[in-house]
């Protein structure tokens, strides 16, 4: 009988294989996550799992030399946040975030966001725009509300969403999602390059090609729909 779990092993992933059905995208081994490293090293799945330990991630974010200050809890309804943190000045790496409401963040949105800036944007934005990022306008994180056209709440109802409106350059470029998006040439590779970047980090990614609701911002959020869900990116 030795052979015979062996042999399933072997067998049984080869029929799942034959089924057809699609491999799981992200998988739950790995490193733990360290945001100290390239952002390629870590996955949506692992980030959105920092949720279960609120405290390692707001420790790996200081680790990584971020300065974050705690939230006040807010319970209103279905709606709220814990354990929700902000960026102190609106401080993102070598950028500021900006927008006219303050910007609760659940921490797995945090850590994201800190790989983005530093591994997608900045070099996206050497590399398309010849200068480096040094705002982010936002929309906005929290908000109690739903998701258009369903009955589900939205992840900005726990403040585990952010919706990025633009970028302003350090040699006082200002580019919005809005216009940008079907641009000149260069900023249509810089926010093309942002949003497949996003998609690499966060379990959700709309861009303007997403929808007529997206058509002026990104929304990026860390929606947890478990191991085997692909993140989505459009
Ligand atoms: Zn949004």
């Known amino acids: 009988m030795r052979g015979l779990p062996a042999l399933l092993a072997l ?3 080869a029929l799942v294989a034959a089924c057809g059905r699609p491999p799981p995208a992200r998988l739950p081994a790995g490193p733990p996550v360290d945001l100290r490293q390239p952002a390629d090293r870590a996955s949506p799945f692992e980030l959105v799992r920092l949720r ?3 405290q390692r991630c707001r420790a790996l974010l200081e ?3 971020a300065r974050i200050e705690a939230v006040e809890p807010v319970t209103q309804g279905a709606c709220g ?3 929700a943190l902000r960026f102190a000045g609106g401080r993102l790496g070598s950028a500021r975030l900006a927008g ?3 910007l609760p963040l659940a921490c797995p949105v945090a850590a994201a966001l800190l790989l983005w800036e530093r591994d997608v944007l900045q070099p996206a934005a050497r590399r398309h725009l010849g200068s480096p990022i040094t705002r982010i306008d936002h929309f906005g994180s929290y908000a109690c509300r739903g998701i258009e056209s369903s009955a589900r709440l939205s992840e900005h109802a726990r403040a585990n969403a952010i919706d990025i409106a633009g970028f302003h350059t350090a040699d006082g470029r200002r580019i919005t999602l809005v216009e940008g998006w079907s641009g000149d040439r260069a900023t249509r590779a810089f926010l093309r390059a ?3 970047g996003a998609c690499r980090l966060f379990a959700t990614t709309l861009s303007p090609d997403a929808d007529a609701a997206h058509r002026d911002h990104f929304h990026l959020d860390q929606a947890d729909r478990g191991a085997h869900v692909r ?3 459009r």
């Open 231 to 233: 993140a989505i990116c």
């Open 100 to 102: 006219t409401v303050d």
């Open 194 to 196: 942002a949003r497949d």
């Open 63 to 65: 680790a990584a030399g």
């Open 11 to 13: 067998v049984v992933p």
């Open 52 to 54: 279960d330990d609120p």
């Open 81 to 83: 946040h814990r354990d």
